[in-house]
């Protein structure tokens, strides 16, 4: 199995200041047949199901604000939220589906 | 609109069966692999099991190999879950969900496994 370990488990950042949440797999998750890296990030608020933000490591899916990036290629990936907004407070996810899917522990972003 | 509707969730006690179905709409549901995943209670997300499009691939997480069957009807744009020896750290909101570029996820059902 892939191994997501994301970092830091807890996040507290301003109002309108970038947060940062890295991940890494303990395996390449980039597929050398189409050059895609299989890792999304997906958001979760409390008593609600994840939902997805990136996917293919940095295709922003649909509706979702651009002040969320992301970016990394094989092993070693981030989420940016370039200024961050009170509806963004969630627990964040990292996952991989280049072989059955693993998630990261989560990431719970806080405001400061 | 895309949908994805659990049911079957409730209460059981150790050693019993559950049976989780998932209603997908508003998506061309037979061109999609799908998934189970799970979340005990306050905790993370756990992939429990996957399906490709015509069934011709399944897979498991070791939690779950030899008591838990997925399985999907296209023609019903239905997904499936047979859930059995089900023990108390089978307890957990159960997601359907579609594969995860996609990104369709269902809100949830929740199995209580206690005596």
């Known amino acids: 199995d892939i191994v997501m370990t994301q970092s830091p488990e807890s996040l507290a950042v301003s109002l309108g200041e970038r947060a940062t949440i890295n991940c890494k797999s303990s395996q390449s998750v980039l597929h050398s047949s189409n050059n895609k890296n299989y890792l999304a990030w997906s958001q979760q608020k409390p008593g609600q199901p994840p939902k997805l933000l990136i996917y293919?490591?940095?295709t922003r899916n649909s509706g979702v604000p651009d002040r969320f990036s992301g970016s990394g290629s094989g092993t070693d990936f981030t989420l940016t939220i370039s200024s961050l907004q009170a509806e963004d407070v969630a627990v964040y996810y990292c996952?991989?589906?280049?072989?059955?899917?693993?998630f990261g522990q989560g990431t719970k972003l806080e405001i400061k | 609109e895309v949908q994805l509707v659990e049911s079957g969730g409730g209460l059981v006690k150790p050693g019993g069966s559950l049976r989780l179905s998932c209603a997908a709409s508003g998506f061309t549901f037979s061109t999609y692999s799908m998934n189970w995943v799970r979340q005990a209670p306050g905790k993370g997300l756990e992939w429990v099991s996957s399906?490709?499009?015509?069934?011709?691939?399944?897979y498991y997480a070791d939690s779950v190999k030899d008591r838990f069957t997925i399985s999907r009807d296209n023609a019903k744009n239905s997904l499936y879950l047979q859930m059995n020896s089900l023990r108390a750290e089978d307890t957990a909101v159960y997601y359907c969900a579609s594969e995860m570029a996609a990104g369709y996820w269902g809100q949830g059902t929740l199995v209580t496994v206690s005596s």
């Open positions: 293919w490591a940095s």
């Open positions: 996952h991989q589906y280049y072989s059955s899917p693993t």
């Open positions: 399906i490709s499009s015509t069934s011709s691939y399944i």
